[in-house]
């Protein structure tokens, strides 16, 4: 496996196939925790430790399981390697637990999860299937800070709150008031703030993707010569 | 026919196989991480605790010196719920107290609170609400010390008629667009308040402490 794989992979993950703003799968978490930074980045990163071990997991007995049973394995194996990260986070972050409650368990139900099992890990070896489903959930959890940063600033003037929950009480301090004494704007932090906020942040990913694209072309409109050897089907 | 059957024996062997060792994964972690999580459950309770019972106010075990409350309507609750008692030289000096108030404005209220003996009331926490965010969240301490104008009442500084928002005619006060909220979190704390005053005397009594009621969420 070529360092340049690698890195495909990492890019799809992370730009071209996003979880949040261009497959939209995941959708439920997306909008139900990204209401504080630190919510959103911790099970961004949850997700992204079962993405990869599933991939992991997934790609070596991907040719012992029979074809019209691969579903109900897949889910199984995933069901597992939640319940196991979600009795670690209640074990060792206690309050994060409490905080992102019901939506550890719904991991299994993320469909961004078995997508990237079925679509990558079954027809890849280990190692590329666990970056896979690491990128995607590194993916994932990229969106959720933007969008839990968007909507913590705007919803209370803060950043980082509740930063101690995850990493212990040193943090406590670390929490960021951007905005003194502001006095909170509830519509950021209800749910229809989400579905603004990501409505915004898919228009924001295609303005960019379009720019890039339209100095790619008049670039080569340029420079014909070396516009020429740039490959035109890569946006 | 009989390809059939083999080779749904197959599915079948194959799903138990892979059933098997997904149990066998979740067992081991279940163990390995069974104590850890006891732990930090009961250090979480304890520092919900010892935030509503000053902690001069008791010198003995106060996780394991507890009674089994069942259901019961003046505290709202509809399973049993665990009375953790404190004392200080043997004397009783409070009692922690689950509550629920039914009739918050999207749904129950969960509370905590810590009753003196002498039925003064020694702190009030909300435990979990799913009240309007930035509105009826302000019983949350996190966001408003509102909650706090409940230490050192009781049923003798506020006689029952008053426990009340001020907008109805009683003592506490409340915000402006969200008086539903304080008035479940009032009238369930109240009720805690008359249920300790017709079970004072068997909250405090001593026994082996209760076995330990096990949460799975």
Same mark, same amino acid.
């Given at each position: 496996?070529?360092? !340049?794989?690698? &890195?495909?992979?990492?890019? $799809?993950?992370?730009? &071209? !196939? $996003?979880?949040?703003?261009? !497959?939209?799968?995941?959708?439920c978490p997306i909008l139900a925790v990204s209401s504080s930074?630190?919510n959103g980045v911790s099970l961004g990163?949850?997700?992204?430790?079962?993405?990869?071990?599933?991939?992991?997991?997934?790609?070596?007995?991907?040719?012992?399981?029979?074809?019209?049973?691969?579903?109900?394995?897949?889910?199984?194996?995933? /069901?597992?390697?939640?319940?196991?990260? !979600?009795?670690?986070?209640?074990?060792?972050?206690?309050?994060?637990?409490?905080v992102l409650g019901?939506f550890?368990?719904?991991?299994?139900?993320?469909?961004?999860?078995?997508?990237?099992?079925?679509?990558?890990?079954?027809? $890849?070896?280990?190692?590329?299937?666990?970056?896979?489903?690491?990128?995607?959930?590194?993916?994932?959890?990229?969106?959720l800070?933007?969008l839990g940063?968007?909507?913590?600033?705007?919803?209370?003037?803060?950043?980082?709150?509740?930063?101690?929950?995850?990493?212990?009480?040193?943090?406590?301090?670390?929490?960021?008031?951007?905005?003194?004494?502001? &006095?909170?704007?509830?519509? /950021?932090?209800?749910?229809?703030?989400a579905?603004?906020?990501?409505?915004?942040?898919?228009?924001?990913?295609?303005?960019? $993707?379009?720019?890039?694209?339209? &100095?790619?072309?008049?670039?080569?409109?340029?420079?014909?010569?070396?516009?020429?050897?740039?490959? /035109? /089907?890569?946006? | 026919?009989?390809?059939?059957?083999?080779?749904?024996?197959?599915?079948?062997?194959?799903?138990?196989?892979?059933?098997?060792?997904?149990?066998?994964?979740?067992?081991?972690?279940?163990?390995?991480? @069974?104590?850890?999580?006891?732990?930090?459950?009961?250090?979480?309770?304890?520092?919900?605790?010892?935030?509503?019972?000053?902690?001069?106010?008791?010198?003995?075990?106060?996780?394991?010196?507890?009674?089994?409350?069942?259901?019961?309507?003046?505290?709202?609750?509809?399973?049993?719920?665990?009375?953790?008692?404190?004392?200080? @030289?043997?004397?009783?000096?409070?009692?922690?107290?689950?509550?629920?108030?039914?009739?918050?404005?999207?749904?129950?209220?969960?509370?905590?609170?810590?009753?003196?003996?002498?039925?003064?009331?020694?702190?009030?926490?909300?435990?979990?609400?799913?009240?309007?965010?930035?509105?009826?969240?302000?019983?949350?301490?996190?966001?408003?010390?509102?909650?706090?104008?409940?230490?050192?009442?009781?049923?003798?500084?506020?006689?029952?008629?008053?426990?009340?928002?001020?907008?109805?005619?009683?003592?506490?006060?409340?915000?402006?667009?969200?008086?539903?909220?304080?008035?479940?979190?009032?009238?369930?704390? @109240?009720?805690?308040?008359?249920?300790?005053?017709?079970?004072?005397?068997?909250?405090?009594?001593?026994?082996?402490?209760?076995?330990?009621?096990?949460? @799975?969420?």
């Amino acid at each position: 496996m070529s360092l !340049q794989e690698y &890195k495909d992979i990492f890019h $799809n993950g992370m730009w &071209k !196939q $996003n979880t949040g703003v261009v !497959q939209l799968l995941g959708m439920c978490p997306i909008l139900a925790v990204s209401s504080s930074v630190v919510n959103g980045v911790s099970l961004g990163l949850a997700t992204a430790v079962v993405m990869a071990l599933s991939g992991a997991a997934i790609a070596p007995i991907r040719s012992y399981v029979p074809n019209e049973i691969r579903i109900p394995v897949f889910i199984l194996i995933i /069901a597992v390697l939640v319940t196991v990260v !979600q009795y670690l986070m209640n074990a060792y972050m206690y309050g994060l637990y409490v905080v992102l409650g019901i939506f550890i368990p719904l991991i299994v139900t993320n469909c961004i999860v078995l997508a990237r099992v079925e679509a990558f890990a079954s027809k $890849n070896p280990a190692g590329t299937s666990a970056w896979d489903g690491f990128s995607m959930g590194l993916g994932l959890t990229a969106v959720l800070a933007v969008l839990g940063a968007m909507r913590e600033l705007l919803g209370k003037g803060t950043l980082f709150s509740g930063i101690d929950l995850a990493l212990g009480d040193v943090a406590k301090d670390w929490v960021l008031h951007v905005i003194p004494d502001y &006095k909170g704007f509830l519509l /950021a932090v209800l749910p229809p703030g989400a579905f603004i906020g990501l409505g915004l942040l898919i228009a924001g990913k295609n303005w960019l $993707n379009l720019r890039a694209a339209r &100095k790619r072309r008049s670039g080569a409109l340029a420079i014909p010569i070396e516009g020429g050897c740039t490959p /035109a /089907a890569h946006g | 026919m009989k390809r059939i059957a083999r080779a749904s024996l197959q599915s079948a062997v194959n799903l138990v196989f892979f059933a098997i060792i997904g149990t066998a994964v979740l067992a081991s972690t279940f163990f390995m991480t @069974h104590d850890a999580i006891m732990k930090s459950e009961e250090k979480e309770k304890l520092k919900l605790i010892t935030q509503i019972v000053p902690a001069p106010l008791f010198d003995n075990d106060i996780m394991q010196d507890t009674l089994s409350i069942p259901a019961n309507a003046l505290l709202g609750t509809e399973d049993a719920t665990i009375a953790y008692r404190a004392r200080l @030289h043997g004397e009783p000096s409070a009692v922690v107290l689950e509550a629920v108030a039914p009739d918050g404005y999207s749904g129950k209220i969960a509370l905590i609170l810590a009753v003196r003996a002498n039925g003064e009331l020694a702190g009030v926490r909300v435990v979990a609400h799913k009240e309007t965010p930035g509105l009826g969240d302000y019983i949350e301490l996190l966001k408003n010390p509102w909650i706090k104008g409940f230490d050192g009442k009781s049923r003798e500084v506020y006689k029952d008629p008053d426990w009340k928002v001020k907008k109805d005619g009683g003592q506490f006060d409340y915000m402006a667009g969200a008086t539903i909220t304080p008035r479940a979190v009032i009238k369930a704390v @109240h009720k805690a308040l008359v249920y300790f005053g017709e079970n004072r005397d068997t909250l405090f009594v001593v026994n082996t402490p209760a076995p330990k009621k096990e949460k @799975h969420k």
